[in-house]
């Protein structure tokens, strides 16, 4: 399918093993030139694309760190005694409408509006202020001279513009930019309020499926989306795996669906776990905006917005773990959040697994693909080599057994490039880059 | 009964996460819990032996699952304390012995066997330490109401973090039971 090169690593700053490194989202911007992370610890780090140059034959517009700051901080609650945790939940780039970029960040509570630029010129010769921005002694002015722009290493200052806070009594799980690029919305377990990107001090509900009494609660919203380009669409998935396409001309509170996607459960895979199974972590619409994606425990599937009955394509990531459902409950494994992805021209879908794989599935030709990111399989401008699963029958060299798999090594978090083939992988503490040799040898 | 066992294995593992749940930074994750309490519901349905619980078991020849399964399947808005019963059960993947037809009518409550119900003890050779398992799992309903008590008027009082539930007959239960009405 692929062959996929390592252009990019880089691992947490220190030697011990912080939770604080530990990567929780990933998100490319609308060209592609930037890649930002969030991290446990309320960082964000992003990444830009260094220009192609033909000087440097082998540098096919490698990833490096642009700018780096400090998100969210820890929080407490004192009404209810609860600690707010600054773990950045999503990221996502806002179109880019001028010379500076903007991106959204959110933590459980309070989404964040930031603005990066650059800096690359400073005006030097003041008549009031010396070089180091002292009053002068008025006394020693003996002319006037006009101030005049000199060059300076490139900064990248990266400033918060709006602070989106008190909007969620619930959990944050997803943000979603509308393609109006003025408003955006952002969901909880419960609820998913609209917002307008200027202004932070109020915010229409638009989702409420919080009973009236919470004792008859059996279902949560787990993700949302916006279409990418019907501004009044928006799909949001729940814990019972179905997925809900509400229009917001239809009314003011989108309670009721315009289209309810639901595929009916297979009995014979009934068991005390169907239920956690077949959440859905995640819900992304294709770029055509005719499909979407969806990832549970055990598959990822694709929905044709106009057949409400099943998918049209369902995809066996891990099917192996069916029969260990119970132990992956006992270690909390179960409750793991997978994302999913689209490549650009929404033909492929890949999605993150344990022991640090990733799975790819092209949905032309029906093949699949296991990869690994880890640093011992990725050398640098050695191809990535397709790993195996074997569970049980012949066993080939290089095969991992389904008992050694290592389930603390989970990826569950990528981005694919807009575009290009280039991919992003988050593995726990370290991101990878992977850029398609195709798509390099032709620049 | 194997499945019975891992039905108290399942609701023993669910009752510590609930209970663990209560220290974790940043607060009660609603999704997890609302999962972990539906796994323990269906884990009592079985461990039981309630009706509701043969809906759980995977399809046999024969007549047809009587209509309740279906209406409960498909996740019905609950009308009182049967709450979206979807009581599923086990049918033991892990376990690579098929199981014959008659056990499964035994297990099951087919005609002319009546179900298991609640006041019995189990039986003596399992030896499972079902003591406070079994009086925990008496006192839940099904899914979240059982967690939180028959307090109406604590449903306001359920966000995250708040204790919304004092029946005196918990707080008379082993500990564990005072931490799972923090809902």
Known sequence: MFMWLLTFLMVAFSHFFLLADIISTVE????????????????????????????????????????????????????????????????????????????????????????????????EGYNLKDEEGKLKDLSTVTSLQVPVLKPMDLMVEVTPRRIFANGHTYHVN??????????????????????????????????????????????????SEFHPHHCNLFVYSSSK????????????????????FEEPEDPSNRSFFSEIISSVSDVKFSHSGRYMLTRDYLTVKVWDLNMET?????????????????????????????????????????????????RMFDRNTKRDVTLEASRESSKPRAILKPRRVCVGGKRRKDDISVDSLDF???????????????????????????????????? | MEFRLEAHRIVSISLGKIYSARGQRGGLKLHKNLLVSLVLRSARRVYLGEPGGECALPPRPGPPPPPD???LRRGCRPLGSEAAARGRAEFPAESPRKRSAAERGQVAGSPGKKPRREAEPPP???????????????????????????????AEATEPG?????????????????AIVAF
């Open chain 1, 28 to 123: 490319f911007n609308h060209t592609g030139e930037l890649l930002a992370t969030g991290d446990k610890g309320g960082r964000v780090v992003i990444f830009q694309r260094e220009p192609e140059s033909k000087n440097e034959p082998y540098n096919q517009g490698e990833y490096n760190v642009y700018s780096t700051f400090q998100s969210h901080e820890p929080e407490f609650d004192y009404l209810k005694s609860l600690e707010i945790e600054e773990k950045i939940n999503k990221i996502k780039w806002l179109p880019q409408q001028n010379a500076a970029h903007s991106l959204l960040s959110t933590n459980d509570k309070t989404i964040k509006l930031w603005k990066v630029t650059e800096r690359d010129k400073r005006p």
């Open chain 2, 162 to 178: 708040q204790v919304c539930c004092e029946q005196p007959a918990l707080r008379s239960l082993n500990p564990w039971s005072t």
């Open chain 1, 241 to 260: 795996g179905s997925l809900r396409l509400c229009d917001m001309r239809a009314s003011a509170l989108c309670d009721k669906h315009s289209k309810l």
């Open chain 1, 408 to 443: 603390t090594k989970k990826i569950l978090h990528t981005a694919w490039h807009p575009t290009e083939n280039i991919i992003a992988i988050a593995a726990t503490n370290n991101l990878y880059i992977f850029q398609d040799k195709v798509n390099s040898e032709m620049h």
């Open chain 2, 124 to 154: 003596p050779q399992e030896d499972m330490e079902t003591g406070n398992v079994a009086s925990l799992i008496s006192i839940f309903g099904s899914g979240f109401s059982g967690l939180l008590g028959k307090e109406r008027g604590a």
């Open chain 1, 174 to 223: 997803s943000i979603s930019v509308n393609s109006d690029c003025e408003t955006y919305m952002s969901a909880d377990d419960l609820r998913i309020n609209l917002w307008h990107l200027a202004i932070t001090d109020r915010s229409f509900n638009i989702v409420d499926i919080k009973p009236a009494n919470m004792e008859d609660l059996t279902e949560v919203i787990t993700a």
């Open chain 2, 69 to 71: 399964c279906e209406r």
């Open chain 1, 310 to 358: 099943k998918p049209i394509e369902t995809y066996q990531v891990h099917d192996y773990l069916r029969s260990k459902l119970c132990s992956l409950y006992e270690n909390d494994c179960i409750f793991d959040k997978f994302e999913c992805a689209w490549n650009g021209s929404d033909s492929v879908i890949m999605t993150g697994a344990y022991n640090n794989f990733f």
